[in-house]
């Protein structure tokens, strides 16, 4: 029961942040959808209704020296790429939707590995 209304309570903070936040051609809306093994980055057009790109951390490029990366590696390198794949489609500023999670862990990581990329928020 409790974990059901953890996810309940994440929804509404989701659709409290989506009030404010709209991602446009020139600014577009990077979502956040984190599971419990990936992570998973949108960049959104909300005025289209398109999604512009996306990429997840499971085929990401990381260190080779290290066996198993940490999740906090992976997203930093998920966000990494993502400003990457932006910044070819000439997008240097964008919109940030951490999607109700709070911006800490993997969701920090994504957002430190995307401003590295290049991408200003």
Do not use: W
């Amino acid at each position: 029961m409790r974990k059901i209304l953890k996810h309940l309570q994440r929804q509404m903070r989701h659709r409290r942040i989506r009030k404010k936040v709209e991602g446009t051609g020139q600014y577009p809306r990077l979502n956040v959808f984190r599971s419990n093994r990936y992570i998973y980055l949108q960049l959104i057009d909300d005025q289209k209704g398109k999604t512009l790109a996306a990429i997840d951390d499971r085929n990401v490029e990381l260190e080779k020296n290290k066996k198993e990366p940490s999740k906090q590696a992976r997203a930093f390198a998920a966000g990494r790429m993502m400003a990457k794949i932006a910044v070819e489609k000439k997008i240097k500023k964008i919109v940030f939707d951490r999607g109700g999670y709070r911006y800490h862990g993997r969701v920090k990581a994504a957002a430190d590995g995307m401003r590295e990329g290049g991408l200003e928020f």
